[in-house]
């Protein structure tokens, strides 16, 4: 199972929450004359993830982080208590979606506002994850169990799903009744959508996603190295962060060659489909392998085990072919041939709105 990340030191994330208020605050009255000049955010166009190719990219950036947030409020907002768990699986979406669109843009924003925006998103994102991870592996096992239905009969794992779900079914339970929880994140994606209209990227055009593209697409490969090489739970679940990375940042620069683009985001949507699968088999496996008692006999727990084992071998394999096929050309190559495209068919100078 994969380590779990250290929660940031108290000072820290003191200075950092403190940040995003100060910075909310700052960016309200640009927020209301970017918003008089926009479209409304009703507009189902101004909320796709996806730069246009007469848009000036800061403002661009802009919407498309506005449509996130906006989408992410209004689903977690009108949730009832029986949508609640899609509504906050749909909401952890959106905001690694963000933290895409943030290591993308990274250089043009500046640290200081990464960093702010990086950490308010990840904060979020955590308050978020006990029910949604819960759930995971009610699916994963049933999956799994369908799968190889002639090697897992069903009271095999009759336990072992009886006290997943006890637990998915506690967290949700759990998180409806804690209004405070809910509400802090509202509060959270309501200012993060006013900072995000106080955004300032310098230079703008492709340079100002030239640098974090090559990074992206760097860490990917590297990662996909370590995992070929090494193919601990830590290493796949790292190299799947990196593709998923990848994925949004190719969905954001489409425009700049649609065709080619859009292969390459289906070939890392699927390696990361993979990776995702194989890191759920992990966290179950880990979970069956620490609690015996969800077993009748230790037979029973190692036909399990064998399975799942079997299962990863075979996703790890296919994902890590695929891969190479990803990752196949120089980090400076595969940026280039994506500005050769972005020159040819954005708008030769973009107006920002408030030109």
């Not at 190719?53 to 498309?64: A, F, K, L, Q, Y």
Request: hydrophobic share 35%.
């Amino acid at each position: 199972m994969a380590k779990p990340r250290t929660p940031p030191p108290a000072g820290k994330a003191a200075a950092a929450a403190a940040g995003v208020a100060l910075a909310a605050a700052a960016a309200a009255g640009g927020k209301l004359a970017h918003d008089r000049r926009s479209k409304p955010a009703t507009d189902g166009s101004q909320r796709t993830y996806r730069l246009r190719g007469d848009e000036h990219v800061p403002d661009g950036i802009r919407r498309i982080a506005r449509g996130q947030l906006v989408n992410a409020h209004e689903r977690l907002d009108g949730a009832s208590k029986h949508t609640l768990g899609e509504a906050v699986h749909d909401t952890r979406k959106r905001l690694k979606r963000l933290r895409a669109c943030l290591r993308l843009t990274r250089d043009a924003l500046g640290e200081e506002t990464y960093d702010r925006e990086n950490t308010a998103f990840r904060m979020a994102g955590r308050r978020l994850s006990g029910a949604r991870d819960a759930q995971v592996l009610v699916e994963t096992l049933d999956a799994q169990t369908k799968h190889f239905a002639d090697e897992l009969p069903r009271a095999v794992t009759e336990k072992l799903r009886a006290r997943l779900h006890d637990e998915h079914e506690q967290a949700i339970a759990a998180m409806r009744d804690d209004d405070a929880t809910i509400a802090a994140t509202l509060g959270e994606l309501e200012g993060a959508r006013t900072r995000a209209a106080g955004w300032t990227l310098d230079p703008d055009g492709f340079a100002a996603l030239k640098p974090g593209l090559r990074r992206i697409y760097r860490r990917g490969r590297k990662r996909i190295r370590a995992a070929r090489a090494d193919t601990t739970t830590e290493n796949l679940h790292e190299a799947r962060k990196r593709v998923k990375d990848l994925w949004h940042a190719t969905q954001i620069v489409r425009p700049a060659a649609p065709k080619k683009l859009k292969k390459v985001s289906r070939r890392a949507h699927d390696v990361a489909d993979l990776l995702g699968d194989d890191h759920d088999l992990a966290v179950l496996r880990d979970y069956a392998e620490t609690h015996p008692q969800c077993f009748d006999d230790e037979l029973s727990r190692r036909a399990l085990l064998a399975v799942l084992d079997r299962r990863r071998d075979a996703l790890q394999r296919k994902a890590l072919k695929r891969a190479r096929k990803l990752y196949a050309r120089p980090p400076k190559r595969f940026v280039a041939s994506i500005e050769r495209g972005w020159r040819k068919r954005a708008a030769t100078r973009p107006q920002p709105l408030a030109g």
